[in-house]
């Protein structure tokens, strides 16, 4: 690809973003969108020269329906190995209960991203590992038990799910949608300190490392 990394868009659902990258010379797709994303997906792999089969791994930052939708048609689609974390994997394959907002607030929406068709997860990730292509997954926990961020060491880039959302101001997830909010808050602060220039949420545009640590220090 021209551009190792490509922001397809995932669904109306927040605006949520998925990626694909291209990190030494394997290719991956970092979030799948709600359940209609999958065309978007297979239209951007095309249109930068790749076969669905070229996809060597699905890499799932959580188990929110607005990122793990399409993850079952990706799947049959691409043959690829589906990638989460520990704690998150056993809600994505269907054996355990999808936990709903802390209050009444966002109930329907998460009604409707909780439909989201269950698949098997291949590797289940429960500490900083690195996986195929050299892409580091590190623990990020708190908008959900077992969210992971997705660091991509020759660009510089983090994929950061809803550890962060960037729809106006760049802030901490949700309260009302985030399991732990202060957990998260945490993982804020630690991730920032890693110093990585390029953050890529999946709602909202790309900010600068610095800008993340700007908030690290304001929470």
Known sequence: MTD???????????????????????LTIVDTGQAHAVRRILKALKNAGH????????VLTHCHGDHA?????LREATGATVVAGTEDAPVIEGKAEYRGPVDNLFGTAYANLARFRRTPVDRVVGGREELDGGLLAVPTPGHT????????PDLGAAFTGDMVWHLGPLRASWRRLTQNPEQNEESIKEFAALGYE??????????????????????
């Open 4 to 26: 190792p990394i490509r922001r397809v868009f995932g669904g109306l659902q927040a605006l949520v973003s998925l990626f694909v990258i291209e990190h030494r010379g394997v």
């Open 51 to 58: 076969k669905p089969e070229d996809v060597r791994q699905i």
């Open 69 to 73: 939708g399409s993850l079952k048609r």
């Open 145 to 152: 038990a077992g969210h992971i961020a997705v660091v991509a």
């Open 198 to 219: 390029r953050i890529l949420p999946g709602h909202g545009p790309d900010v600068s490392g610095a800008r993340l640590k700007d908030l690290a220090g304001r929470l």
